[in-house]
């Protein structure tokens, strides 16, 4: 079962404001649902040109004050591009001051832009080196890339295969980038959604115990008579979507987004209901050696049982480290089951 | 032109009740559209795990009463897990079992939840020993395989190409294992339906001479108001979906799923009218040296004639070996004039 | 940033008409939008088998005539298949025939029917020898090739890795061939529209600097209440599909076909006139050091900006060669604007 990671909150690492800091420190300190599962300090796309110094420092200084405390993850994104070695000095320039100042705080690193698995296989090198240099444990840091280049996604079954080595944890979509490589446009105000590389990231992540995590939505507000408001809609659309194929969790852009993906990830109360009461009708029966069991005109045999355990367990997992938010979501009687339940087929 | 496979229909091969081969029974023994093209004798998920001795021997007793006079294959589902050397062994013995006392009878096995290319590589090896131990014909006990994990979807091309030894019969997607290994979800009661999978499986069974099956529907019966009915619309949907992109058959839990899928799967007397005619209108035309024709506005290439060729050709494959069911379909001028029509560009 | 080929014009290269080769001058003399971008002599599926050496023989003195002043590509497309070498020989005969004779003219060969990457190894050899046979400059005419068999579909990502060396030019896709080698139907008149495979060729043209061209669409007229009329909405939505997914251009059988795809594969004004203004926008605001700028509530960053850069540079393209279009369809106002941007991020 794959690590957590229902919300990939990107954070400008330094934006031209009084508090320079202010996105990274308000991720930092997120709590219940809008806390996300990674929290990814931005030090490539969101952050402009001249100020990529002082996002690196800001997130330095702010890793080394809240890292500790913090629930989630930590993975800021560096600079890289299959394209461009001056991208890929940065990089590396970038990676290893992570390391050397806040190695231990982090869990790994973005790396964006990558081209074909060899492409893959010099940022994991990269993490490796700085990872040996400056005395971490071998693997402890590791490394989520994006995929957003018509090469990686060629190449994508060989790149997540490099996952078997241990370094390479989680794969991530990013259309934008993807769309305006391959040419795609915008007809009656949609993008291309993509839906069968969605397919396939999903399957190539489960296929080597990687995370799988879908692109950003920047469709942050609508303004309909003169009113500016939330999207939540189309968000919430999205995410289903992304539920729906396995990915483990969606990129945020905005608070607002962490809550409902946070939300969206976490099995909804009717559902560990069905799935708890399905497991514990399939316990009974076996225990009276009925066999196979028919519930609510279902049969469930070892196939269906993985789906209705799937429930279970995301929300036990959630339940170790965010106690907070299975205690809002669930009633007490409801968890308790979830809880005591045996999920063994 | 692949073999006639547009029923796949397991039959759990021991249940609890007073006739533990009922359903087995009763599949070997369906006559006209109710015949699956290949039945399915479930030694796995279908049976409860206490009852998987009872179901090899019915299997076995079975097969050898009804084997001979079945005018499908009988192609019995044994155990099996990439991740499971338990269920490997299980496999390997059912495997061993049904070659040693039903090996003339049947036509393959089907071997589920294999992993990558080297696992299904296992399972061939395991039929070709047991083949050659029970003294029969090299290659005369085929394999199918359920593509229901990430790591076979990820390797489907090197497998499907495994099948240019011969042993290699038949893709079988097996979407409910699927979506849990991917963590897949239900929205708005609806599951994923893997779209771009179909069109893969398709493709590489095409491009290696395979059978191509989709994967069960399993919401047998619906109820309103009341009243439990059979559920024939939304299966009826899922078949057309599968055969618009070229499986060659449906999965069947049912006898009526076997009566609709056999349908669905066999060209509609309309389809059947208007493509003999497109050919005899070409034919007539190519012998007056007419040269290309435009037959109801659409211009009839070799392309377009390959199309109208497939009809004719899959009438023909149904009336060799189920002429019961052609000669209810189609009036007798009707397939008078698709048998014989020439077929050749 | 690929070449322009928004079109893929093929005409029958002879007909059983007064003048067989109508439809080839009609192409080759075309003007303004009706000019294809690249106009496909048809020697194979588009010609009747007995008019095949006509056909050659009108290319031959066609392209001789009017190949020069013809502002397009030629790409003439020659007889092929992966199962026949008969269609080979044909093939390498036809290539040997235009290379002798036009080779000046052509662009290269569009090769149909190709099979795995072994073939298309076959073809790109025919090329290059008869390219040095007759003395032209190595890699001076290219190959296309007619994606429509599951092999070649199977083998994709090998195949367009072909393109490194130069000579491999574009992927076509041919709907009609592949549904039939795949099996696939229609249901309520409609066909399978592949929507994976459109994906994937897209990625794979983009990771290998291909063109990529999408299927013919033949249902060119519709009769309604009497009245027989070109059906335009229709193949304006496959049109649509296709350049949302970043596919370079869509087949033509017609030059309304030409007209309706040269168009939409332009910009649309409003999109020409918002992209130009954000561009603008965002430069103004990195010569004012602002940073990361916000246009319409859309924050831009260095993937977005590349959307908005496609827009202009596909403007550009055009205008270098093809005035007449860019004239028609944008005021000079704005073509101005978008020639005279800055479009580095």
Redesign the interface.
């Known amino acids: 079962m794959?690590r957590l990671c229902r919300t990939f909150q990107t954070a400008?690492a330094a934006?031209?404001r009084e508090d320079s800091a202010k996105y990274l420190r308000s991720g930092l300190t997120a709590e219940g649902f809008a806390l996300p599962d990674w929290l990814v300090p931005d030090l490539e796309?969101?952050?402009?040109?001249?100020?990529k110094d002082a996002a690196l420092e800001n997130t330095v200084e702010l890793l080394s004050e809240h890292g500790e405390a913090f629930a989630g993850e930590l993975w800021p994104r560096v600079q890289w591009g299959y394209d461009s070695e001056r991208a890929r000095d940065r990089g590396r320039e970038e990676i290893e001051t992570l390391v050397r100042e806040v190695g231990a705080e982090i869990d790994g690193v973005v790396v964006p832009k990558v081209g074909r698995a060899a492409d893959v296989r010099r940022a994991l090198d990269a993490v490796a080196e700085f990872e040996r240099t400056y005395g971490h444990d071998e693997g402890s840091i590791e490394l989520s890339i994006i995929v957003?280049?018509?090469?990686a996604?060629?190449d994508l079954?060989e790149i997540?295969r490099l996952g078997e080595d241990g370094r390479l944890a989680g794969l991530v979509f990013?259309p934008?980038?993807y769309?305006?490589?391959?040419?795609?446009?915008?007809?009656d105000g949609?993008?291309?959604t993509?839906?069968?590389?969605l397919?396939?990231l999903?399957?190539?992540?489960?296929?080597n115990d990687l995370v799988a995590v879908g692109g950003p939505f920047?469709?942050?507000?609508e303004?309909r008579a003169g009113v500016?408001f939330y999207n939540g809609d189309a968000y919430a659309d999205q995410v289903?979507r992304e539920?729906?194929?396995?990915l483990?969790g969606s990129w945020s852009l905005h608070p607002n987004q962490t809550e409902q993906a946070n939300r969206i990830h976490t099995p909804r109360p009717e559902?560990l209901r069905r799935d708890v009461g399905r497991i514990e009708a399939f316990q009974d029966a076996k225990s009276e050696?009925?066999?196979?069991v028919s519930v609510d005109?279902?049969?469930i045999?070892?196939?269906?049982f993985?789906?209705f355990a799937?429930t279970v367990e995301?929300v036990r997992r959630i339940h170790e480290t965010r106690p907070r938010q299975t205690d809002e979501r669930f009633d007490d009687a409801l968890l308790e089951r979830a809880l005591a339940l045996d999920t063994e087929w």
Chains 1, 2, 3 share one sequence.
């Open positions: 794959p400008p934006v031209p796309d969101g952050t402009a040109p001249e100020m957003e280049t018509a090469r996604v060629s079954s997540a990013g934008v980038d769309t305006a490589e391959l040419g795609g446009r915008e007809f949609s993008r291309p993509w839906p069968a590389l397919e396939r999903s399957n190539e992540a489960s296929a920047d469709q942050l507000f303004e500016t289903e539920a729906a194929v396995g483990d559902e050696g009925t066999g196979a005109g279902q049969m045999d070892e196939a269906t993985k789906n799937n995301t």
